[in-house]
């Protein structure tokens, strides 16, 4: 019986780059960071069509449900002055 759930954590992702989930399919990209840690970029998640995102800060989460489970995405980290970001995907 497997009862580990899902997750994983990125490095940090350069913006204009796209953090892509293997698993379900989601696509998370950050185009711009600005000076107070808010950004704009795009979200796909699975079966659905890219949405673009603004004003968003670390700690905005989206949940969605794939494959009959549900999974939550985390924005942890905006950093300005190296204009990278990490989230985390996790099986809820």
């Known amino acids: 019986m497997d009862d580990q759930k ?3 954590q ?6 204009g780059q796209v953090f892509i989930d ?3 399919g989601l696509t998370f990209g ?7 840690r808010l ?4 979200i796909t998640l699975p079966k ?3 949405v673009d995102i603004n004003n ?3 700690g905005q989460k989206w949940t969605f449900t794939f494959d009959g ?3 939550e995405l985390i924005l942890l980290e905006l950093n300005y002055l190296q204009d990278t970001y990490k989230v985390q995907l996790a099986e809820k």
Request: aromatic share 12%.
């Open 56 to 58: 968003v800060s670390p």
């Open 30 to 36: 950050i185009r711009h960071i600005s000076y107070d």
């Open 39 to 42: 950004a704009s970029g795009s």
């Open 6 to 8: 899902y997750f994983i």
């Open 10 to 15: 990125s490095n940090p992702i350069g913006t």
């Open 22 to 24: 293997s698993i379900t």
């Open 48 to 50: 659905a069509s890219s």
């Open 69 to 71: 489970k549900e999974f």
